[in-house]
């Protein structure tokens, strides 16, 4: 029988370095692991830390913001931008007039018009209509140019745009040999009533 040898030096060398090496592996990947979660809060905190200071560089000038907002609606200058109604049925159907009038002098035809929910926002009344608008590429561009650069203020919304080609009838009754773009636009328009303090 042979007897069992013993382990020798040099195996029990490599056993004691592989020991090791899997030692330092497991705690490399411990520490990368922990210094991953530890840079990923470091960054968390250091952005929310940023929001924070802007934040309250925000609340410190709420103050003089809102003075300055009180001045603006105090300026009796500022009146002339509103729409001068004082109720917003009356502010609608006046809105309605004007949109038909807009259309009418840029050579357009007015399909529809009708009055918006009013809303109520900040401090002030949007009293808004829809119109449905038809004419060429010319007419809409009178209406917006119009529209926007009125007094009181008045604001587009929600434009659509949808264009046709047509072949126009000539005076003797015949179908012209070109053909017309006629643009049908669906559009709201809205202005702002000061709100009642009361």
């Not at 002098?105 to 949007?126: D, F, H, K, T, Y």
């Amino acid at each position: 029988m042979n007897p069992v040898s013993s382990p020798s030096l040099g195996h029990r060398g490599f056993a004691l370095l592989l020991l090791a090496l899997a030692m330092g592996l497991f705690y490399v990947g411990v520490d990368q692991f922990w210094m991953g979660r530890y840079r990923y809060y470091q960054d968390n905190a250091e952005r929310l830390m940023g929001r924070l200071q802007n934040l309250e560089r925000l609340a410190a000038a709420r103050p003089e913001l809102e003075k300055a907002i009180q001045a603006i609606r105090n300026d009796q200058r500022t009146a002339a931008y509103f729409l001068p109604q004082a109720a917003p049925a009356l502010a609608a159907a006046d809105l309605q007039q004007r949109v038909k009038s807009l259309v009418e002098n840029a050579q357009g035809s007015l399909l529809s018009v009708q009055a918006l929910p009013v809303i109520e926002e900040g401090g002030m009344v949007r009293v808004a209509v829809s119109a449905t608008v038809q004419g060429d590429v010319e007419a809409l561009q009178k209406v917006l140019h119009s529209l926007e650069s009125q007094v009181p203020l008045l604001f587009v919304d929600n434009l659509q745009v949808t264009a046709r080609q047509f072949r126009p009838r000539l005076p003797d009754g015949k179908i012209a040999p070109y053909t017309r773009v006629q643009l049908n636009s669906q559009m709201e328009v809205s202005g702002y009533l000061r709100k009642e303090r009361g």
